[in-house]
């Protein structure tokens, strides 16, 4: 398999919804819709099963299935993420394996709850490594919102060079500028190996983010083709075109990222823009009042108009 | 079925370790034998999959062939509970109609971390409630120390009030003896029905808990016996006998009581004991230190010591 | 004194920084600009000592010559509310004592942390009442990024049924679109007062908040021009001019909204601004690098430019 | 002054309570003999304003004007630490050297609540012995119960070899036994100098602390006479001895334990010995119901039993 996610992974990894039918079970035909939706959008690689993807409302045997069904709609095309992480190594192993043996390019583990120490943090991760084997790459999840676990840098570093396979950071601690900037300093120096830096928390600092040096973004904005063109303009060179446009969406960005509720607003778009057919959330989960259907509505339509005024 | 719990459970209800050998895998053997060693000490249930039974380690197909052995084994003797708190309602559903359906007296369910408000709870057991059905007994665990969630007494009263299947409080919030009381007093009067009450928290104030009401324990302490004798001596009004034995027992409950580590001492001791095959705690999971097994060693001789001196 | 914060209070309060010169000591000339400014720029009202205040840092004699200096700068032209939350009742009555005589319009009270039950708040809010007498108007914090405390919509009705003197809600739970539409609905109905709604969060939300119906804002942007424009447009009926003016500054209205190192960049605009004389935050405390310097200086200038297009 | 704290301390450092009569005001007679009864029971130390004596109750001038008491009262006799932790540098260090110049010993630091990695911490300490000068000793708090941070063996070796200053531990994290065998085993070698460790969480471990290495005990408990007599039996080579003490008060060590409601009580018990004129706490603080009353009574007669049949 060609496509393994590495250091130098770069680009848009779209994190993907988890589509529903209205009567909650799992929709292949939205998500083969989605799968080419995403494509595109441009994307470089695509993220299944993380925190926002409902991963633990799923069974087993759903979860397995869902990660067949992606892996084999995109074949080769770009790299496929799986989220992973759970209470317990043994599951996370064959989960694991079972999925990089159908084509996944990595893995992504966010760390358990409790882990405040650093000690603790690379108890856990030399135990997750040697648990998934040094053939897994993983991409490392530094959540504090959710996971209620704080990284520091010289933690991330030392996890990076203590373990190869630990390849990307999806860097989305908040307020987090200060660290991105160290982590790129200090990773690829001396005896320190680059980290591929992909950032999340809703890509609310998107172009700050890029202009500090992050490679890509791994989130799952329901404007996927706004992430792709941000960074790709800040490639070219077009710093104040790239951030100009995210700010037209930032009004949106801004309004997905709301924790929780967030999930649905996104869910709601992508059934809106025919993406999936059911914007469904499984329970225990979010659920839009018909006032947020309406600011839904006016927030969409500001933002069409705003992105008519940029030509 | 007869053995259902109901709002008149009472006595000892042991949370089982789950026993795995020493490669990891459940071991069904030590289960039969643990189970046997249960019953002869006299409890009066048990309860199986708890936050301390290494639930969330498991596979889907290990915690259904764990259970169904467990039934079995039991047969109709005592009733068996089961744990089945997790983050999706349609998992929890299915587990617990699987269970039931093999013999299960009901289930426990923990609140997921985060629901910070009556009305957030109220909402979350209205939705477990109509998942599970009404035919579902459920024991509430309210247990803050692990779940970061919070009960009031006026939250439980009104949970089984509009929820006439929520039948049994596992109570282990500390400090908690007054909330006890509250409970104890506040239900079985005008249009609050009784709850049954079983206390957790390791046990560590179970005379004061007895004294204060409570129907009886529900805890994995390694030595039931202690747990049956307290009740029974409570039940038999020799309230001073009880706390005499319960006193020697202490620095033993304070060492199991541990939270994290006291699941590895836990069964290091059953393995002591005999009842287990291996002290295996599955990863991430605590371990002991030479040190601990020093100490372990002498607490242990030191009980028998002093339970030779009571006579 | 007729400024007392009540029931019908609106538009923007700003949240006043607490000025420091470069040697840490209260900066007293720059706190007379900026209250000159804070008028200048229109807005309706001042909170000082709040939990961006740097409130804790303080010295007793400190806090008390602080208050007094504003209170005196301001004289009658608007209310002053001054934030007394603190660990002990005792010193939050005398402090608002002492504020109340010399002309303060109301106090700000957040709950202690650890509050974890709506019976635990009532009881807490209930003591606080008590303490400080039925004549001291309070305005009530809601604010769990910072405190872990939440409130359901009920809780907060319930203590401003209870609580005549509880007329105000500090809006800045997150995602709080909802429970503020709730609030706005449910209180001003049958026997429940209606509260006045301030918005907080580094006004985030802002537009859909006061289309929502808050009745303004109290937070610190350090641009206080925009907020007062906001709300003035929205009561003219300038839905769509409001938010447009509003989107123009999002960008840095989310850079503001770093907790922690956002009370460092707001005063440093301050600073820059020509407001303090300083942008000294006491320790621990947040710092600037010369990166975010940097980044600040290309967020104002390209606010600059969006400002000048907009006309 | 000759009684500083430094890294050879040991014995029983008392936590002192604070004394307030019915009305709520400080009483200074109550504090008087307090004190002669910490000294008559062989206390090594006096620990004031710690996180158990309502320190933030306080105002400025009682802080200081109470430790300014004591200090006087205990003389040159025995070390006394004043508890100094607080939101801002700068208060921190104005009370630090105040009550050095009347006499303290040094001074016990508790982190901030947020400061959830090893690089952080070890900012925060730095800025703290910086702005206390090297001439005060410190006493370094570890107390995740209550601040919610976190150390690690590492951090902690770290701190006292970075900061000469920081001369002691008052070890009480939970479950703890581990870190404190390795505090114990990887301090005093090497580059790492000794520390004095002092346990705290209510002595719930005192016997095996003690055999595992730690100096002594620094907690509050109400019968101090047990904590003195289990250290000077363990230090005279009876470890039998002591513990057989120890176990008899353990059921009185336990009630004593709980979190909050555990200064109730152990005020209550310093009020019924004749220590203190009123069982004061101030607001808002626990309270005692009728039945923990009869409770107590029952458990302090038991007690009283218990200690004659030891003889």
Redesign the interface.
């Known amino acids: 398999m060609t496509h393994r996610i590495d250091r130098h992974s770069e680009g848009v990894f779209i994190i993907a919804a988890t589509p529903f039918g209205k009567d ?1 079970a799992l929709d292949l035909d939205s998500t083969d819709r989605m799968i080419d939706f995403y494509l595109d959008c441009g994307v470089m690689g695509i993220t299944i099963l993380g925190i926002m993807g ?1 991963a ?6 759903e979860t397995l299935a869902f990660a067949r069904h992606v892996l084999n709609r995109v074949g080769n095309r770009i790299p496929v993420v799986v989220g992973v992480s ?6 996370m192993a ?1 989960l694991s394996h079972e999925v990089m043996e159908v084509g996944a390019a990595g893995v992504m583990v966010a760390p ?2 409790g882990l ?5 943090l690379k108890g ?1 991760f030399g ?1 997750v490594c040697a ?1 998934l084997g040094p053939d897994v790459p993983i991409c490392l999840q530094d959540y ?1 919102q959710t996971t209620g676990v ?6 991330i570093l030392t996890l990076t060079r203590d373990h190869p396979q630990i390849v990307m950071l999806k860097h989305e601690d ?2 987090g ?2 660290k991105l ?1 160290r982590v790129r300093a200090e990773s690829g120096t001396g005896d320190t190996p680059r980290m591929s830096i992909l950032v999340g928390n809703a890509a ?2 998107l172009p ?1 983010e890029i ?2 040096g992050a490679d890509g973004a791994m989130t799952g904005f329901a404007y996927p083709e706004m992430l792709v063109q941000v960074v790709e303009r800040h490639k070219a060179g077009d710093v ?1 075109g790239a ?1 100009d446009l995210f ?1 037209a969406y ?2 949106m960005v ?1 309004y997905e990222q ?5 999930l649905a607003i996104r869910k709601e778009i992508l059934h809106r823009r025919g993406v999936i057919g059911s914007p469904k959330v ?3 989960g979010p659920a839009l ?1 018909a ?2 259907h309406e ?1 839904l509505t006016r927030l969409m339509a ?1 933002l069409d108009r705003k992105l008519e005024a940029l030509g």
Request: hydrophobic letters at 30%; aromatic letters at 6%.
């Open positions: 909650g409902e633990p409302k799923l069974s087993g045997e759970g209470a317990g190594l043994d599951n064959r358990m709850p405040a120490t650093e000690a603790k856990y135990q648990a504090p704080q990284f520091s840098v010289e933690t908040w307020p500028l200060t900037s609310l600092f700050q202009q500090r104040d951030e700010d930032l009004p801004r709301q924790l929780g509720i967030g499984r329970a225990p009042t006032r947020d600011e500001r």
